[in-house]
């Protein structure tokens, strides 16, 4: 079984200040993981992701993970908060091996404060 | 990069109508899912499929929902009888076979307005 906890349901910072969105996971297969961030009314978009390659993602816009495999966690960070990164963001984890199922976090929403 | 296309963008229906909505997932992969997002909420797994047939389903995937693979390259999801609950948006994904680079890919969904 696996699952996707993302431990804050929002998160607020100022602009030009750093942005940590939090994410835990448990899978019994070596999972990969995915940060995806949905804009107001648009569709999902792909921030990174973690295939068992290097475990610090690049992703776009700045933004970067840390795929920790002893504390389970898949946290996105970014140094420099901007107006545009107000969204919600997506924690996603793929198992690989086996049946594959694509398990959402419940998101976190990103207010930045001018 | 590849993506997976789901068309429409944006589809009204009426109240008892049926729907299909249609999903390109990319090309070599072998599993595919349906979730929607009903607004402000989270988003909800509905059904993965692999091998032509449902792996599994969630129990809001009921009689009314169906899927389907119908030419090797399109994947659809149908509500028979929409309900004005049905409203949300709708996201199809697909994944690659298992190995070192899995990966899962998700269309810009289709926001499915019922009235």
């Known amino acids: 079984a696996q699952s996707v906890t993302q431990l804050d349901s929002h998160v607020s910072v100022s602009e030009g200040t750093p942005v940590l969105l939090r994410c835990n996971y448990s899978s019994s297969y070596s999972p990969s993981l995915f940060w995806y961030v949905q804009h107001p009314n648009k569709g999902l978009q792909l921030l990174l992701k973690y295939t068992s390659a290097a475990t610090l993602v690049k992703g776009i816009n700045g933004f970067e993970a840390e795929f920790k495999k002893s504390e389970t966690s898949f946290h996105l960070t970014k140094p420099s908060a901007h107006m545009s990164d107000a969204a919600e963001y997506f924690c996603?984890?793929?198992?690989?091996?086996?049946?594959?199922?694509?398990?959402f976090g419940t998101g976190t929403k990103l207010q930045v404060i001018p | 990069e590849p993506e997976v296309t789901q068309t429409p963008s944006h589809q009204v229906t009426q109240m008892g109508q049926e729907v299909i909505l249609r999903c390109v997932p990319i090309s070599n992969h072998l599993y595919f899912y349906w979730y929607r997002q009903i607004l402000g909420q989270k988003v909800e797994f509905l059904v993965s499929?692999?091998?032509?047939?449902?792996?599994?389903k969630s129990e809001i995937f009921d009689d009314q929902f169906s899927v389907e693979r119908p030419d090797g390259s399109n994947f659809t999801l149908k509500i028979r009888s929409t309900k004005l609950e049905d409203s949300a948006m709708y996201f199809c994904?697909?994944?690659?076979?298992?190995?070192?680079?899995?990966?899962?890919?998700f269309g810009q969904g289709t926001r499915l307005t019922v009235v």
């Open positions: 499929f692999y091998n032509n047939e449902i792996s599994e």
């Open positions: 994904a697909s994944s690659a076979p298992s190995g070192l680079d899995t990966e899962a890919f």
């Open positions: 996603v984890v793929l198992p690989s091996g086996g049946y594959q199922k694509v398990t």
